[in-house]
């Protein structure tokens, strides 16, 4: 059973900081991208950030300058949060495409952090 477990969220002030991050756990073949995505209130999902199995990022455009999505090992990332806005408040989602031994990959889903942005 494979599952991702996030930490870091929290309560910051703005122009502030938090280091969110995914682990995966469970048994799998491989790790392909990882990505975080969040939602606020009354607004739909939308991606943060993502990151190849390489280390090819991709980023919103509202966070490019400020978020800094990166890897430590194949089944573990962050998400480093600088300069955070209000505009930041939201639960925020990490997920992972993983691949059984059949190299068929299911995408997996965290159960969410919240940040909070306080003006």
């Known amino acids: 059973q494979v599952q991702l477990v996030e930490s870091g969220g929290g309560l910051v002030q703005a122009g502030g900081s938090l280091r969110p991050s995914c682990v995966v756990s469970g048994t799998f073949f491989r790790i392909n991208s990882m990505g975080w995505y969040r939602q606020a209130p009354g607004k739909q999902l939308e991606l943060v950030a993502g990151i190849s199995r390489t280390g090819i990022t991709n980023y919103a455009d509202y966070v490019k300058g400020r978020f800094t999505i990166s890897r430590d090992n194949e089944k573990t990332v962050y998400l480093q949060m600088n300069g955070l806005k209000p505009e930041d408040t939201a639960i925020y989602y990490c997920?992972?495409?993983?691949?059984?031994?059949?190299?068929?990959?299911?995408?997996?889903w965290g159960q969410g952090t919240q940040v909070t942005v306080s003006s």
């Open positions: 997920n992972a495409q993983v691949a059984g031994h059949t190299l068929t990959y299911t995408t997996y």
